[in-house]
């Protein structure tokens, strides 16, 4: 029982780059979010799927997409990277908005 | 007002004494609250989650509730230098449709 896994575990990537950030989860949850996380400004929400083939913005929703690929997949894409999105990325998941998160291991981007 | 505020700390308490950790947040009609613990460079572990008002203990852990008053809070008895860390407090609110919305996090320093 893996949890939350994230891949990649650490990226760089020039300004202007496209990369996807790739989330699974194996506890059959409905919801899936995805977070960013600054020094001095605790989890921000980027995206939210409440359910399979649903997604939502959250707080911080510029410059990213989300795809829910199915019950067990959501994946955060950077199309045009830019050094602001420099933040350690985490995916979570719950059985519903209001049930606990299971947080990933992250995701520490790095944009130059 | 930020809907679910902590105080960022740094709290400093010696070993084996009671850290408390406070939360208040905005919504009279949350019901979901947790604690989250994370190390440095780790994604937030969950601790505790409390739902009715008083207290709840387990083990070296007791979460605490006033919805009336509108905190929870978290006592850590016989504090550990292992129990340093970033302690982040969720509360579902209903102005985010339901969703936990996570604390800045409070940093917990426990000296030997």
């Known amino acids: 029982n893996a949890g939350v896994t994230q891949t990649p575990k650490f990226q760089v990537l020039k300004t202007g780059q496209s990369m996807t950030l790739q989330c699974a989860q194996d506890m059959n949850h409905n919801s899936m979010y995805w977070y960013r996380q600054d020094p001095g400004m605790g989890l921000r929400l980027i995206y939210y799927s409440a359910s399979e083939g649903t997604t939502d913005k959250g707080e911080v929703p510029n410059g990213y997409n989300v795809s829910r690929l199915n019950k067990r997949e959501f994946s955060l894409r950077l199309e045009s990277a830019a050094p602001s999105q420099t933040s350690v990325y985490f995916c979570?998941?719950?059985?519903?908005?209001?049930?606990?998160?299971?947080f990933g291991p992250g995701t520490r981007l790095t944009v130059t | 007002q930020k809907e679910v505020e902590q105080n960022s700390g740094p709290l400093s308490v010696p070993e084996g004494a009671i850290a408390s950790l406070n939360c208040t947040y905005s919504?009279?009609?949350?019901?979901?609250f947790f604690w989250y613990r994370q190390y440095s460079g780790k994604s937030p572990e969950l601790i505790m989650s409390?739902?009715?008002?008083g207290d709840k203990e387990d083990g070296r852990f007791t979460a605490q509730l006033n919805k009336a008053s509108q905190y929870v809070s978290l006592l850590i008895r016989d504090s550990q230098p292992s129990d340093s860390a970033t302690y982040l407090c969720?509360?579902?609110?209903?102005?985010?449709?339901?969703?936990?919305?996570f604390g800045a996090g409070t940093i917990l320093r426990v000296k030997s």
């Open positions: 979570a998941s719950s059985e519903g908005p209001d049930y606990e998160q299971y």
């Open positions: 969720a509360v579902n609110l209903m102005e985010y449709g339901n969703k936990l919305v």
């Open positions: 919504d009279r009609g949350s019901q979901s």
């Open positions: 409390i739902y009715s008002n």
